[in-house]
């Protein structure tokens, strides 16, 4: 057993917080999950600018960040949306950290924002043949721009996207809107144009199945896309599947999780286990770093994982009494496994960088097969601080490292990877 003496001074480890209502809750004392704050030395916490009705970090005095860059330079107009463009869709309010993650991927790409949760880029990055963005939620590149009524839309789509069935054994279709105020209230017109849409080209197919995208098997079909970008407008694209950056409309994949749990924390591991499309099976050997009060200790253990839960604070007394479960009250900097575990998982509100070196030692100890975790990042730079948790990890020995903003994060990222 290599596990250090289980006290907690100076442990700069924190628990989620679940039920607060953002991703970086505090209490009157400035603790996640009313715990002390503690001090490592020759430093302070990260974490304790106060936040804003948003949730967000900010210095005493500044102003909620604005939604949407505002610099001309940065701004794109519907006629500027033309076949071979990508659109982007992202959260809105992270358009400007997706304009950085692009331009950080390619110097010379020329990206902009289009308007609330849409960003139009010249490329696209992409890594082990898909395509990869951390702030970028959905995207597709436009092979065609329609306009007029609903039936004219329609139309026109059908028309650009007839070519790519020939041959297909089986096409995707979805049509969504930007996660925004106006956009969520143009659903039901997007809805409506998909199963026009959807008729005309059902007509074309020639034998070909529409597939909804949850049924789709490692063979690739092509996934057509519709971005509703107004009254009268709509942007289409063609991708094949297995390239996609997502598979839900719009890059919403929300997770539901049933019973008593401590509230967003259990959604967005379940969120993140859809993502990677693999999770803890039956008797694995799992870790939960950062883990009080306990939202994905009770995910874990729905799933008949056995669960090591670490964290100087408390965990929820009905999940101490789980089978499975066992309580370790230390700092996850200083906890080391007695033997190599199945799965690490890790979300706490600390310093990402220091997070992901502490992270990288598991690897580099071979003491985990799978990571998943989730970092708090800062107001700014956001992109940047992304790519040094990256590269971190794999100097580390981590391998297929990707990293999304999921719909259920928020002023966060979601990271998961293999060890060999």
């Not at 110097?107 to 951390?134: C, H, K, M, Q, W």
Request: net charge positive; with cysteine; charged share 30%.
């Amino acid at each position: 057993m290599r596990r250090r003496h289980p006290g907690t001074k100076n442990a700069p480890a924190r628990g989620r917080g679940e039920g607060a209502p953002s991703a970086d809750r505090r209490t009157s004392s400035g603790a996640r999950g009313g715990r002390d704050r503690k001090r490592p030395a020759g430093g302070s916490p990260a974490n304790t600018a106060p936040t804003g009705r948003d949730g967000n970090r900010r210095p005493p005095g500044r102003g909620p960040r604005p939604a949407v860059p505002t610099p001309d330079t940065e701004r794109a107009t519907l006629a500027d949306v033309r076949p071979g463009r990508w659109l982007f869709t992202t959260r809105e309010g992270a358009e400007r950290d997706l304009l950085e993650e692009l331009s950080l991927w390619k110097r010379d790409n020329v990206a902009r924002v289009l308007g609330p949760a849409l960003v139009l880029s010249e490329r696209a990055p992409s890594r082990e043949g898909r395509l990869d963005s951390t702030f970028g939620r959905q995207c597709f590149q436009v092979s065609v721009v329609a306009r007029g009524s609903d039936s004219e839309l329609a139309d026109q789509l059908a028309e650009a996207f007839s070519p790519e069935l020939t041959g297909a054994r089986g096409w995707v279709l979805q049509a969504w809107t930007p996660d925004t105020e106006r956009g969520n209230r143009d659903a039901p017109r997007a809805h409506s144009l998909e199963g026009r849409l959807a008729e005309r080209l059902s007509e074309r197919a020639a034998g070909a199945t529409r597939f909804a995208a949850k049924d789709l098997g490692p063979d690739a079909v092509p996934f057509f896309q519709v971005c509703l970008l107004g009254e009268g407008v709509a942007a289409g694209g063609v991708i094949s599947s297995n390239r996609a950056l997502s598979l839900a409309p719009g890059g919403r994949l929300r997770a539901h999780v049933a019973g008593d749990k401590p509230s967003r924390a259990a959604r967005k591991l379940a969120e993140a286990f859809l993502w990677l499309g693999l999770a803890p099976e039956p008797g694995d050997q799992c870790v939960d770093l950062g883990a009080a009060p306990g939202g994905w200790t009770y995910l874990l253990s729905e799933r008949r994982a056995k669960v090591i839960a670490v964290d100087p604070g408390k965990l929820r007394p009905d999940l101490l009494a789980r089978k499975g479960v066992r309580y370790v009250g230390m700092s996850a900097f200083e906890f080391e496994p007695e033997e190599p575990v199945d799965w690490l998982l890790c979300d706490m509100a600390w310093r990402p960088t220091e997070v992901a070196k502490m992270l990288a030692r598991w690897a580099r100890n071979r003491d985990t097969t799978m990571l998943v975790a989730n970092f708090k990042l800062p107001m700014k730079r956001k992109a940047e601080t992304v790519q040094e948790i990256r590269k971190i990890l794999e100097e580390g020995g981590y391998r297929s490292v990707r990293t999304r903003q999921l719909y259920h994060d928020r002023d966060e990222i979601t990271l998961t990877a293999r060890v060999g």
